[in-house]
């Protein structure tokens, strides 16, 4: 999937925030076309006109080009009047009316993924609160972002490895490993059509022969899952965002339902009901 349509959800996310955050009136952002030095705006909030939709912007140009360049904020308190920026894109700046601008680099990896820009439609410094709050709302995405690579990478992996053997232990732990990792990512995912397609990877790997008579709830399932791929029950909780007391309730619900008496066996009793590969 590419990432210039399937970011939107963090992007739109994220801008939420950056206004909530600052009080800024106007927020957009975009991610960077793949394999070329531009990012497009995609996404705007509380903008009055249509002028920054979809405007490419070019690595070095303006304030956005400028951020992408150098892979950090960068603010102007006057936009149309800056010497510290080039000026492609005044016009589209001027219609919308903004003067006092910041624009934040979206990186991951060390790479410069997107960009997020606040704005005021007055000339005055934005200050430090801003710029931090700006820079936060971008980690924000930077962490969805590599979730979504992470899910994406187990999705296809899934996907295009055949059946684990039988008689093949180390491949049946490769396959209950990826099946942990998918569950454990699936509640990060903000995309509610790739988190169902992850959800949907799990049920491959762990094909039910039947209509199970045992009913286990996502979160149950998740730690089963992590459970067993050998994680103890603080792994697990850092893995899922889980405290372990909270671990501990769901793999005691689980145990309850399957009518087990230790870990080991209410993931034999899970395999066997299908829920587990």
Known sequence: ?????????EI???LARLRRATGLPVAFGGLVDPGRRQMRISE???????????????SGSGLGGKAVALARPCAVTDYSASRQISHEYDAAV?????????AVPVVVRRRVRGVLYGALRTAQPLGDRTLSEAVAAARDVEQALVVREEAGDLLAAARAEPAAPAGSAAAWEQVREAHAALRALAPRIADPGMRAELLAACGLLAPAGGASAVSLAPRELDVLACVAAGATNAATAER????PETVKSYLRAAMRK?????????????RRAGLLP
């Open 240 to 243: 899922l965002g889980l405290r």
């Open 12 to 14: 739109q996310a994220a």
């Open 1 to 9: 999937m590419a990432a210039h349509a399937t970011g939107t959800v």
């Open 94 to 102: 001027a219609e919308e009316g903004l003067r006092s601008v910041l």
């Open 44 to 58: 705007l909030s509380g903008n009055a006109t249509v002028a920054l939709r979809a405007l490419a912007v070019t």
């Open 258 to 270: 399957l009518g087990a008496h230790t870990r080991g066996e209410a993931v034999t009793a899970a």
